[in-house]
């Protein structure tokens, strides 16, 4: 267990860390030489069972509740200091009111210096924090009068805290590992070493990671954990991790996270749900704050979502805009104090780490954070899954809330998802959405024949922008697939079209077509150009792209380039071609089109440009920089003319 002590400076907080632990936790230089605690310190007591109860000594100055917040992330138990002579002082109220808005309420208040004061005025002191307490997170927490310097009282709240610490469940080790940096230092002979408080997960040595920002990598050599060497460690610990990679202490600091590398999506904006405390202003839209989140501290603003401002006592939900990237998961607790840091605003909660650009206002995106507000995966995941007609990105969401591989395929079980690979991302359908999409797809279809019903069809990435133009191609051929295996949909060379219809050449387009063809098949990979055509036949131009339109609608011609028209033969020849490069080269590439159909004379570029240009446009290919690679199978189209 993590005890994090609180409260205002020069209340005792060290010398009680020191009096349960035999450590002082003032470990700076200036800290000593001034009696105040400027950073956070560490001390650790071994427990019966053999377990380590660590500490996070945190600063009470007000001028640094920035470090106070670094240390308040990922402790387990507050221990509230207040002197008995003072009572409770602006930074003691400060720090109660930063800790129940971190959702931390497991806890005890040690009413310290206890020697210094009569018994009235411990009475007194009593009635105070009574007062002070309630209606936060920690009322109703013991209360232990304690006294650092004579020892009174000590070992009463030593014994409590291991009661605690015995009774509190262990946190879930599911999800991938990451934990918060809150120091980095150099160790001789060791190299870099990060300490800070594993969020989830487990970590060890050996393994690889990830520090980002700004991504640097890493492999840890060595560990320790909870103050003893180790080669494990898990969440809800604190671990030091000594880490070699090419990089120097100089880019790591304080801020960043040690992840692992599934989980290094770094963002400069979130979708989340804020609460202003009672007592402090209203939180206006746009208001420029600094956002606690983690162990870091950056300039942000609050774009309210679903109100004009928010009063005290009012929860909202809001798009955090921050200044720098760093990292965060759905669930994250963060600050948000005002641009000087003289005065916490609202505290809050991540809910999504990939919000949308566009229409983040609208109902359905609100609804779909409000339900994002539950704690449990399913419950977002179902409300997302009705809202994407184009599926649901499972690999953005299992990123978002951390789940690891196994445990998010199990989820994706219960919620009954179709799930599509798209590469190496996922996506998951509903039942009733994939039903939709493919609907959608038939009508897109029904809509063409009507609109040209001498047109044979529609090919494949025609029909999925008609259709759903959002949708992946990957769902796109699934669901294609799905329509052609059970006869909705039928295929004739590389267009889609619906089983009954029907596109025919006239008998005199036919006829004049008979004659102009010879003229194609002369030069079929580099044919004329219609005004090249029409010159040799002595025809029309116009009466010659007419023809060639409807002939091409009738799926025996292909428009290659604008008024380039090749035969059904001549691009079945060629995708035959653009195949086998693929299947000896790994992708077809220009110059090597070229020398194949044209030869190693240097002509021909052009043509062959343009040939695979339009392999890519109609979806047999798709352009990788410089090199044409097939794309799945299921959307490779039947070129043959028969």
């Known amino acids: 267990m993590l005890v994090g002590t609180a409260g205002h400076i020069d209340h005792g907080k060290t010398m009680l860390v020191k009096a349960l632990t035999g450590v002082d936790a003032d470990r700076l230089p200036e800290e000593k030489a001034r009696g105040i605690t400027l950073d956070l310190g560490y001390a650790y007591a071994p427990l019966a069972d053999g377990s380590m109860l660590g500490f996070v000594d945190m600063p009470g100055h007000e001028k640094l509740v920035h470090n106070m917040l670094a240390g308040a992330t990922g402790i387990d138990f507050v221990l509230l200091v207040i002197a008995a002579d003072d009572g409770p002082m602006p930074q003691t109220r400060e720090h109660l009111e930063l800790l129940d808005l971190l959702g931390l309420s497991r806890g005890a208040v040690a009413l310290a210096k206890t020697d210094a004061v009569s ?3 411990l009475d007194e002191a009593r009635q105070e924090v009574a ?11 013991p209360l232990f009068p304690v006294s650092g310097r004579t020892g009174e009282g000590v070992a009463a709240l030593r014994a409590h805290l291991e009661t605690a610490a015995a009774a509190m469940p262990a946190r879930p080790a599911g999800g991938r590992f ?13 190299g870099t070493v ?7 997960g487990r970590i060890a040595v050996g393994e690889t990671v990830t520090v980002s920002p700004p991504g640097l990598k890493a492999r840890v050599r060595s560990m320790h954990v909870q103050d003893q060497p180790a080669e494990s460690g898990q969440v809800g610990e604190r671990c030091a991790l000594a880490l070699t990679g090419d990089f120097e202490k100089k880019d790591v600091a304080r801020g960043m996270w040690v992840v692992a590398p599934a989980l290094a999506a770094s963002l400069t904006r979130f979708h989340g749900e804020v609460r202003v405390p009672a007592g402090q202003k209203p939180l206006a839209h746009m208001q420029s704050v600094h956002v606690h989140l983690g162990t870091e501290d950056i300039i942000g603003r609050v774009a309210l979502l679903d109100c004009k401002e928010a009063r005290p006592g009012e929860q909202a939900l809001a798009e955090i805009l921050l200044d720098r990237e760093t990292l965060a998961l759905r669930g994250d607790r963060f600050i948000l104090r005002d641009a000087g840091a003289q005065r916490t605003v609202a505290g809050g909660r991540v809910l999504d780490i990939f919000p949308p650009t566009r229409h983040k206002r609208a109902p359905q995106r609100l609804a779909l954070l409000d339900a994002m507000r539950a704690d449990d995966p399913a419950v977002a995941l179902a409300a997302m899954a009705e809202q994407a007609a184009a599926g649901v990105d ?9 789940l690891a591989q196994a445990d998010a395929e199990v989820l994706w079980q219960r919620a009954d998802l179709r799930v599509i690979g798209d590469g190496g991302a996922s996506l998951g359908f509903t ?5 939709g999409l493919k609907t959608k797809l038939l009508d897109a279809l029904a809509r063409e024949h009507e609109r040209a019903p001498d047109m044979i069809g529609v090919e494949r990435e025609r029909l999925r922008r008609m259709g759903a133009a959002k949708l992946s191609r990957a769902a796109f051929d699934a669901a294609s697939a799905e329509l052609l295996a059970a006869g909705q949909v039928a295929q004739t060379r590389a267009w889609l079209h619906l089983p009954e219809h029907r596109a025919s050449v ?3 387009d036919r006829a004049l077509f008979a004659v102009l063809k010879p003229l194609l098949d002369a030069v079929p990979f580099n044919p004329p150009r219609v005004r090249d055509v029409a010159n040799a036949s002595g025809m029309p131009e116009s009466t010659v792209r007419q023809l060639f339109k409807r002939i091409a609608r009738a799926g025996e011609l292909f428009p290659v380039a604008h008024d380039h028209y090749f035969t059904a033969a001549a691009v079945a020849e060629l995708a035959a071609i653009v195949r086998r490069l693929n299947e000896d080269a790994g992708s077809a590439r220009i110059a090597s089109l070229r020398d ?5 004379g240097g002509g021909g570029r052009k043509v062959a440009t343009q040939i695979l240009e339009f392999f890519d446009r109609v979806g047999y290919t798709r352009r990788v920089r410089d090199e044409h690679v097939l794309r799945h199978e299921g959307a490779a189209p039947d070129w043959t003319t028969s």
């Open 194 to 200: 990060v300490t800070g408080t594993a969020h989830s």
């Open 431 to 435: 039942q009733a959405a994939w039903d």
């Open 131 to 141: 007062a002070l307490v309630a209606g936060t997170g920690l009322a109703g927490s």
């Open 506 to 508: 006239s008998d005199a």
């Open 596 to 600: 194949i159909i044209y030869g190693d």
């Open 119 to 121: 018994p009235q005025r």
């Open 178 to 190: 990451r934990l918060a940096v809150d120091r980095c230092f150099s160790l001789a002979g060791i």
């Open 394 to 402: 499972l690999d953005r969401f299992a990123v978002n809330w951390n």
